[in-house]
């Protein structure tokens, strides 16, 4: 029994006519009076009342096979369109990782423009450190993850959605807010405020005190990046933080960037799918979203520089990836 044959079954008790039905269907009148005769012989039962060949009354068989008919091709209609509908990205459901730098200060702006598109797509977002969010993506319960380094793994796709520079802060009370800029090595007696362990950017300014041969205080560890603020803001240390997490506190004068001579980072925020396997049609959606509007982030996200017009660095020393 297929789908057609119980279309043109419904449309000949609909139309009472095997030409109007076929018409209706785009058949031949053969090609639905063998469809019926197939049904007929599949269920070993009539179903027309064929005592009055101008009249297609059914039989009781007929009757049950009609109200199952409508039942069925009514529930694949339905099925036909929600599928067209998750491959429009019109319904259908995302989900994200972003970790808590993009979380706070890139994902709003690109839900935003997202759901502009696709308003009835329902989001779920997960926040959590990079390496766990690539091993839910790796597991299948991710879409999609923002992450500010890029993985090593050949069986990921990465887009480059922006660039940022990792930078030290300080409250603008404190002693070194107004020099222009200090060396590493001026920092060996300062209390510093540390995020995350497990932080690439942490490990590299651990690392980079290390080279200089100087110590570093950290009297406060794993902090999050908006207590790291708070805490700075309240001169109870240094940090060391994403630029685009502190734009408006640094433009209202509530923190100070500290610039130093020898060292500078930057880093690549990227949106990571994965790769060899067919992504659900809303992530699709959501990365066409980010590459149309990835180029109004870098605009946005404002250098040391232009907060601070006198910062030259002498000494660039890129990150790992």
Same mark, same amino acid.
């Given at each position: 029994m297929e789908f057609m044959q119980l279309e043109m079954f419904v449309a000949v008790v609909d139309e009472a006519s095997v030409c109007k039905a076929a018409e209706r269907v785009h058949r031949t009148q053969p090609a639905v009076s063998m469809a019926l005769r197939k049904l007929?012989?599949?269920?070993?039962?009539?179903?027309? @009342?064929? #005592?009055?060949?101008? @009249?297609?009354?059914? #039989?009781?068989?007929?009757?049950?096979?009609?109200e199952y008919a409508?039942?069925?091709?009514?529930?694949?209609?339905?099925?036909?369109t929600a599928i067209e509908d998750l491959n429009n990205a019109k319904t259908g459901r995302l989900r994200l990782g972003a970790n808590e730098s993009i979380s706070f200060y890139l994902l709003p702006a690109i839900t935003s423009s997202f759901q502009k598109n696709y308003p009835t797509v329902k989001i779920e977002v997960r926040c959590d450190n990079s390496d766990n969010l690539l091993t839910d993506l790796r597991k299948r319960k991710l879409d999609v993850a923002l992450l500010s380094?890029?993985?090593?793994?050949?069986?990921? @796709?990465?887009?480059?959605?922006?660039?940022?520079?990792?930078?030290?802060? #300080?409250?603008?009370?404190?002693?070194?807010? =107004?020099?222009?800029?200090?060396?590493?090595?001026?920092?060996? @007696?300062?209390?510093?405020?540390?995020?995350?362990v497990c932080s690439p950017w942490r490990k590299r300014f651990v690392e980079a005190f290390a080279e200089q041969q100087t110590p570093l205080n950290i009297i406060v560890d794993n902090a999050?990046?908006?207590?790291?603020?708070?805490?700075?803001?309240?001169?109870?240390?240094?940090?060391?933080?994403?630029?685009?997490?502190?734009?408006?506190?640094?433009?209202?004068?509530?923190?100070?960037?500290?610039?130093?001579?020898?060292?500078?980072?930057?880093?690549t925020l990227w949106a990571v799918q994965r790769k060899h396997?067919? =992504?659900?049609?809303a992530a699709k959606a959501f990365m066409r979203v980010v590459t149309s509007i990835k180029d109004?982030? =870098?605009?946005?996200?404002?250098?040391v520089t232009e907060l601070h017009p006198q910062v030259k660095p002498s000494k660039a020393v890129q990150g790992k990836r």
């Open positions: 007929e012989q599949e269920l070993s039962e009539p179903l027309f @009342d064929r #005592t009055n060949r101008q @009249d297609f009354k059914l #039989t009781e068989s007929g009757e049950l096979l009609y409508m039942r069925l091709l009514t529930v694949r209609r339905e099925a036909l380094h890029l993985p090593e793994e050949n069986e990921f @796709d990465a887009l480059p959605m922006m660039r940022d520079e990792m930078v030290f802060i #300080t409250s603008p009370v404190h002693p070194l807010a =107004s020099r222009e800029r200090v060396s590493i090595k001026e920092l060996a @007696d300062e209390s510093f405020i540390a995020e995350d999050p990046i908006e207590t790291i603020k708070k805490m700075v803001e309240m001169n109870l240390g240094i940090g060391f933080v994403p630029l685009m997490c502190v734009k408006e506190e640094v433009e209202s004068a509530r923190l100070a960037i500290l610039r130093l001579r020898d060292f500078w980072q930057e880093r396997t067919p =992504s659900a049609y109004t982030f =870098s605009q946005e996200a404002p250098a």
